[in-house]
Each structure stands twice: as C-alpha cells, then as structure tokens.
C-alpha cells in the first residue's frame, strides 16, 4: 500500500512533468534555437529533442523549488538543457537513414584490405603533428572510439580532443580532390 505522503509525492511529480511538458510545447521555438548549433550532430530527430528538453524543463523545475528561486526557471533551463545537447552531439556526426546504405558483409580475416599507407600519410600531411598522431591512432583502433577515449590517450579535455578531430575532419575534406 502506498501512504498519504508518497502518493502526494507522484501528485507533485506528475504537476511538475505536465508544466514541463506544457512549458515545453509553448516554448518549441526557443528550444530549437538553442540546440541549433547542437542538432546536426545529435542522434535523432526533433521528437527527441522536445523529450530532451522536456526532461531538462523538469530538472529546472525542481531545481528551481529545491532551492527557492522560481523565477531562475529560464536560467536553470538554459544551462541543463545546453549541457544535455552538448552532451548529445559530442562524437560523430550520424547517419540519420542507414537504410540507404549497403554495407558489405565482413570478408575472411585473410582477405581484409588496408587502405595504402602512402595515401593514408599524403592526406594527413594537412594537418598538424599533433592532429597527425590522432587521427593514426583512431585508424589503429580495432573498435569505435570516442572524444572521452581519445582525452584520455592522449591527455587533454574533452572538449579540445572534440576540436582536435573535427578540425582534422574538416582539414582533411578541404584537402580531398
């Protein structure tokens, strides 16, 4: 049986994820433009990114009655919910319709190709030494890797691995006939 307490405790829960949800609906807008730097590098589709921002207006709601400031409400959002996209769009840029693609079945160990290392070292010569080391790294992975991963190996934050593989991304495109 549940007591009077916790079943005043899932009313006030459930006030607080309708307001979100209704905050939200009326505030669509403004969630779209702050999560539009974020957006085409998160997985997924505007649903989602209303859910994301629905449980970031809930989070700043209780945030906001634990500690007596209603009136931050826009402020304690704007802080979860820019986290939570930045969250989100760090890695790579996904694929939204893998359908699309035909991917080849995994050939015989014996008959795996690597791509020609001349190549491999004539494109990475248009990045910058430390970019170089990276990149070599993650073509030397045998399993997916991520920013976290690559922080880690190679001893900076999160957020310069982000920027170190990006600008490669994006040096290395510019260089590609």
Known sequence: MTGPRQDN??????KTWTTALQWVHANRKLVRQMASPYFKFMAGDRE????????????ALISCKNKDEADRFVAFFRVIF???CLKLSSGIQTVHCLEEYFLPLQEEAGEVTEPETN???EVLQVVSTRQRQICLWLLQQQTPVGTPDIAREFKVSRRQACRLVSTSIQR???ALP
Do not use: C, V
Not at 9 to 14: E, F, G, H, K, W
């Open 172 to 174: 290395i495109s510019g």
């Open 119 to 121: 190549r491999i070292n």
């Open 9 to 14: 405790q899932q009313l006030a829960n459930q």
């Open 82 to 84: 820019k986290t939570n």
């Open 48 to 59: 989602d990114l209303y859910q994301e921002a629905t449980i970031a207006a809930y989070k």
